[in-house]
């Protein structure tokens, strides 16, 4: 799995690419990027023709900026959107 992020400065380093990487270390074909901005925006998800499963999820700027850990949202944001929530 690859994990990315887009951010503005302020709270770039409170997204943990590698942790999300790491619970899910098994899980190949998959691209997670996290976009969390002042301006927001939308979710999206797509197969590419590569056949890698390209999922965009966005994070609440202001509560990312609130949050001590960001980590346990990622996760459940990440959990939610791979179909894992039981």
Same mark, same amino acid.
């Given at each position: 799995? %690859?994990?990315?992020?887009? &951010? /503005?400065? /302020?709270?770039?380093?409170?997204?943990? $690419? @590698?942790? %999300? *990487?790491?619970?899910? *270390?098994?899980? @190949?074909? $998959? *691209?997670?990027?996290? %976009?969390? +901005? #002042?301006? +927001? +925006? @939308? @979710?999206?998800?797509?197969? +590419?023709?590569?056949?890698? #499963?390209?999922?965009?999820?966005?994070?609440?700027?202001?509560?990312?900026? #609130?949050?001590?850990?960001? #980590?346990?949202?990622?996760?459940?944001? &990440?959990?939610?959107?791979?179909?894992?929530? &039981?």
């Amino acid at each position: 799995m %690859i994990v990315i992020k887009a &951010a /503005d400065n /302020d709270i770039f380093d409170k997204i943990d $690419t @590698e942790y %999300i *990487s790491k619970q899910f *270390s098994g899980l @190949e074909n $998959t *691209s997670i990027a996290f %976009i969390c +901005g #002042r301006k +927001g +925006g @939308e @979710e999206d998800e797509w197969v +590419g023709g590569d056949g890698v #499963r390209y999922i965009v999820i966005h994070l609440p700027y202001d509560e990312v900026r #609130r949050l001590e850990d960001v #980590r346990p949202m990622m996760l459940a944001k &990440a959990r939610e959107r791979l179909g894992l929530v &039981a």
